[in-house]
C-alpha cells in the first residue's frame, strides 16, 4: 500500500490514536498528528473532532489547535467559523508562530493576499522585533519568509522584514526569485533556457519544502539531568564511554548541537531523559538499555512526541542545562 493513499492515512491515525491511549501523557502531539493523517485522508470532520477534543481539556498548545482547526473547517465549507477562529486569534496574540502563519496560509489559500499579509506582518512585528535576525528560532523564520511570498504575490515593496527573511535564506535560488508571480508565466515558455531556469528554481523550492516536512519535530540531543545519569551509569555501567562524566556530558550537548548548526541543520532541540522512560522504550525496541545504539533512536521518539525544547534558548533565557545562568553566559558564551 503505498503511503500516500487515503486508506495508509486512515490507517496510520488509528495506530497513532491507540499510542495515545498507551502513552497519556503524551496525548495531544499524538493526536495532532493523527487529525493531520485525516485530513489528508479526506475525512475532515473527523479530524475537526480531534481538535475539539484536544480543546475541551487545557492543551499545551491551544492556539495552535484553533489555527489547524480553522484551517480544517475552512477545507470543507464552514468558512465563517474559520474566520472567527482566525480573528480570535489575531487578538489573543499568541506568542509562537506557528498559529500566526497556519492562520495567514489558510487565508492566502482562499485569496484572502491582503488579510494574509496583515496577519503576518503583525506576527512579525510581535515575535522579530527583539532579537537579532541570527537569534530567531526557526518557525519565526519561517514566519517571515512566507510573508515575504505573500508580499511579492501583493507585488509590494521590500520593507525591513522582507530584507530579514533574504538575509536568512541560504538557498542558491533567491527568494525574490522564489516568489516571483512572473514564474507562472515561464512554466508555458518553449525557450530550452526559459524552462531549464524554472526547473533550478523548482528544485531549490523543493529542497525548502523537503527540509521542513522531513523534520516535522526538531532534531534532538539527549539531555540526561544529573541524578538521572548517576543512576543510568549504576544499572548499565556499559553506558560510560558514551558518558565520562556529567560535565563532559554537558560539554557534548552543546558541542553537537552547534555542530549541527553550523553544517545547515535547522530546527534543533534538547530533550528531558530519564531512566524509567528509557527503559520502557527499550522493552519496546525488544532491546537492553545498556545498547548505546538505543540512544539516538529513544532522542528521536521523545522529540515527536513534543518533549523537545527549542536550541538555542533566546537572548537572555536561562540555559538549557538547568543552571541560574543565563545561555549566554554559561554554555551559549563562546
Given at each position: 500500500?503505498?503511503?500516500?493513499?487515503?486508506?495508509?492515512?486512515?490507517?496510520?491515525?488509528?495506530?497513532?490514536?491507540?499510542?495515545?491511549?498507551?502513552?497519556?501523557?503524551?496525548?495531544?502531539?499524538?493526536?495532532?498528528?493523527?487529525?493531520?493523517?485525516?485530513?489528508?485522508?479526506?475525512?475532515?470532520?473527523?479530524a475537526s473532532t480531534l481538535y475539539d477534543s484536544l480543546l475541551t481539556g487545557t492543551?499545551?498548545?491551544?492556539?495552535?489547535?484553533?489555527?489547524?482547526?480553522?484551517?480544517?473547517?475552512?477545507?470543507?465549507?464552514?468558512?465563517?467559523?474559520?474566520?472567527?477562529?482566525?480573528?480570535?486569534?489575531?487578538?489573543?496574540?499568541?506568542?509562537?508562530?506557528?498559529?500566526?502563519?497556519?492562520?495567514?496560509?489558510?487565508?492566502?489559500?482562499?485569496?484572502?493576499?491582503?488579510?494574509?499579509?496583515?496577519?503576518?506582518?503583525?506576527?512579525?512585528?510581535?515575535?522579530?522585533?527583539?532579537?537579532?535576525?541570527?537569534?530567531?528560532?526557526?518557525?519565526?523564520?519561517?514566519?517571515?519568509?512566507?510573508?515575504?511570498?505573500?508580499?511579492?504575490?501583493?507585488?509590494?515593496?521590500?520593507?525591513?522584514?522582507?530584507?530579514?527573511?533574504?538575509?536568512?535564506?541560504?538557498?542558491?535560488?533567491?527568494?525574490?526569485?522564489?516568489?516571483?508571480?512572473?514564474?507562472?508565466?515561464?512554466?508555458?515558455?518553449?525557450?530550452?533556457?526559459?524552462?531549464?531556469?524554472?526547473?533550478?528554481?523548482?528544485?531549490?523550492?523543493?529542497?525548502?519544502?523537503?527540509?521542513?516536512?522531513?523534520?516535522?519535530?526538531?532534531?534532538?540531543?539527549?539531555?540526561?539531568?544529573?541524578?538521572?545519569?548517576?543512576?543510568?551509569?549504576?544499572?548499565?555501567?556499559?553506558?560510560?564511554?558514551?558518558?565520562?562524566?556529567?560535565?563532559?556530558?554537558?560539554?557534548?550537548?552543546?558541542?553537537?548541537?552547534?555542530?549541527?548548526?553550523?553544517?545547515?541543520?535547522?530546527?534543533?532541540?534538547?530533550?528531558?531523559?530519564?531512566?524509567?522512560?528509557?527503559?520502557?522504550?527499550?522493552?519496546?525496541?525488544?532491546?537492553?538499555?545498556?545498547?548505546?545504539?538505543?540512544?539516538?533512536?529513544?532522542?528521536?521518539?521523545?522529540?515527536?512526541?513534543?518533549?523537545?525544547?527549542?536550541?538555542?534558548?533566546?537572548?537572555?533565557?536561562?540555559?538549557?542545562?538547568?543552571?541560574?545562568?543565563?545561555?549566554?553566559?554559561?554554555?551559549?558564551?563562546?
Amino acid at each position: 500500500m503505498r503511503p500516500d493513499t487515503p486508506a495508509a492515512h486512515i490507517t496510520e491515525a488509528e495506530r497513532l490514536l491507540r499510542v495515545a491511549t498507551q502513552y497519556p501523557g503524551d496525548r495531544e502531539p499524538l493526536l495532532l498528528q493523527a487529525a493531520a493523517h485525516l485530513e489528508l485522508a479526506g475525512d475532515r470532520p473527523r479530524a475537526s473532532t480531534l481538535y475539539d477534543s484536544l480543546l475541551t481539556g487545557t492543551p499545551a498548545q491551544p492556539h495552535l489547535i484553533r489555527a489547524l482547526k480553522a484551517a480544517n473547517l475552512w477545507e470543507y465549507g464552514h468558512e465563517a467559523e474559520a474566520r472567527a477562529i482566525i480573528d480570535g486569534l489575531r487578538r489573543e496574540k499568541p506568542s509562537d508562530a506557528a498559529p500566526w502563519e497556519i492562520a495567514a496560509e489558510t487565508l492566502e489559500a482562499h485569496d484572502e493576499l491582503e488579510a494574509a499579509q496583515a496577519t503576518l506582518t503583525e506576527a512579525a512585528g510581535l515575535l522579530a522585533a527583539g532579537p537579532a535576525a541570527e537569534d530567531l528560532p526557526h518557525a519565526t523564520r519561517s514566519l517571515l519568509t512566507t510573508r515575504h511570498r505573500v508580499r511579492r504575490m501583493l507585488a509590494l515593496p521590500h520593507d525591513g522584514w522582507d530584507d530579514v527573511a533574504d538575509r536568512l535564506h541560504t538557498a542558491e535560488v533567491p527568494l525574490d526569485e522564489l516568489h516571483d508571480p512572473k514564474r507562472l508565466w515561464s512554466l508555458g515558455s518553449s525557450d530550452p533556457a526559459e524552462l531549464q531556469a524554472e526547473i533550478t528554481r523548482l528544485r531549490s523550492e523543493l529542497g525548502t519544502y523537503r527540509t521542513a516536512l522531513s523534520r516535522p519535530f526538531p532534531v534532538a540531543v539527549l539531555h540526561w539531568p544529573e541524578p538521572e545519569l548517576d543512576e543510568l551509569l549504576a544499572a548499565y555501567p556499559e553506558l560510560e564511554a558514551e558518558y565520562p562524566t556529567y560535565r563532559a556530558h554537558l560539554t557534548d550537548i552543546e558541542a553537537s548541537l552547534r555542530e549541527l548548526a553550523q553544517a545547515g541543520t535547522p530546527n534543533l532541540g534538547i530533550v528531558p531523559a530519564t531512566v524509567p522512560s528509557y527503559e520502557a522504550f527499550a522493552a519496546s525496541e525488544a532491546s537492553s538499555p545498556a545498547n548505546a545504539d538505543l540512544l539516538p533512536q529513544y532522542a528521536t521518539t521523545l522529540a515527536a512526541r513534543g518533549r523537545a525544547t527549542p536550541w538555542p534558548p533566546p537572548r537572555g533565557a536561562a540555559c538549557w542545562c538547568g543552571s541560574a545562568e543565563t545561555y549566554g553566559k554559561c554554555h551559549g558564551a563562546e
